[in-house]
């Protein structure tokens, strides 16, 4: 069975700080996505890294993908209260349509 | 509405009792999938469908039912409801794997077994 470890589980920062999010596997995974989802909401996707050693950004947000890709991470730059949430990484194992998910880390970020 | 729904929001039922929760899709998409989210485990899959008429069983299969006669409908049903059923059911959707991976979901759906 495939697994996605995602540390830390919770977080709660000050605006401002910066902060990591892991995802880990022993497995590959052919590509490698990033939800955030609110409170009452479905999760929505931030980002798909697909060629190990990747990175990419989305404003504050930096993901990365892992060179022999069965890891990732998420580092966020100066947090903002906005940025509250929960946030999920996905790996799909191969082109079957599926995906795997890690546990989530709920961010707080306080104003 | 344009986009993925789901009915209902929210539902309490009984131990014992039939449920089915209900999933469209107004983009075509051929994949479908319905998930639980429960603390600490994240998004575990339930069911997914390919096409209309193939399913498939997922991670958490058990006294769950599915079905797929049309493309845009897949309704998850709960054949004789459970406490550790209670949870947030997400159905999701996408296009051919080869189109990319992204999935979009719904808003969910509250349920709680008493």
């Known amino acids: 069975t495939q697994l996605l470890e995602q540390s830390p589980q919770f977080l709660s920062i000050q605006e401002g700080e910066n902060l990591t999010v892991y995802c880990n596997s022993s497995s590959v995974f052919s590509s490698l996505q990033w939800y955030r989802q609110e409170p009452g909401e479905g999760p929505v996707l931030l980002v798909t890294?697909?060629?190990?050693?990747e990175v990419k950004k989305l404003k504050r947000l930096t993901f990365q993908f892992g060179d022999a890709r069965k890891d990732s991470s998420l580092h966020i730059t100066a947090a903002q209260p906005g940025d509250t949430g929960l946030y999920l990484c996905a790996g799909a194992p191969s082109n079957t349509g599926k995906l795997i998910f890690g546990q989530g880390t709920t961010l707080q970020v306080k104003p | 509405d344009a986009g993925i729904t789901q009915s209902p929001r929210y539902k309490i039922t009984e131990t014992g009792r039939q449920v089915t929760l209900m999933c469209h899709q107004t983009w075509s998409h051929s994949y479908m999938f319905w998930y639980r989210q429960d603390l600490g485990h994240g998004l575990r899959l339930i069911y997914y469908s390919a096409a209309a008429d193939i399913t498939d069983k997922g991670e958490v299969p058990d006294g769950y039912v599915v079905s797929r006669s049309k493309t845009e409908n897949f309704p998850l049903t709960l054949e004789s409801a459970t406490r550790s059923q209670t949870s947030v059911y997400f159905c999701?959707?996408?296009?051919?794997?080869?189109?990319?991976?992204?999935?979009?979901f719904g808003p969910g759906t509250r349920l709680t077994v008493l």
């Open positions: 890294v697909v060629t190990g050693g």
């Open positions: 999701a959707s996408r296009e051919d794997p080869r189109a990319g991976n992204e999935q979009f």
